[in-house]
């Protein structure tokens, strides 16, 4: 049984092992983990009993901009629609909070999946202060 909540607490630990499958965050640190963790208004994680198996959080001043952030799914668990639902509930919780605008941040080759969420590429170029 899949099991999806805003509110079971996130091991870092399991957490570092899924953002250890992506090319944007393998290099996280369990104390780095730890603090975004603790620093993030809403995180939703999906777990197949006790294992995580997906991952997203929002940062957000909870009125006007959210950023929808570091989305993951087990490797071995991508394709069966638990991305899709992670995100229905995730765009759900941001609607009853009446945030005025929701954008995120993404690589070209997943523009398609969060397009069947509404989304739109515009192009703006974001600058990097590293």
Known sequence: MIDYSFDRP?????????LGQT????????TGIQAMLKGTAVVLGVWEEVQLIGFAR???????RAL????????????QGIGSELMRKLLERLTAMKVEEIFLRCGDNVVPFYQRFGFEKTGVEVLDLS
Not at 10 to 18: A, C, G, R, W, Y
Request: glycine share 6%; net charge negative.
């Open 68 to 79: 929808i952030d570091d989305v993951v799914i087990d490797a071995s668990k991508r394709g």
């Open 58 to 64: 929002v940062i957000s001043d909870g009125i006007y």
């Open 23 to 30: 090319d944007w965050a393998n290099y996280r640190d369990i």
């Open 10 to 18: 996130i091991s870092p630990e399991q957490l570092k092992v899924l």
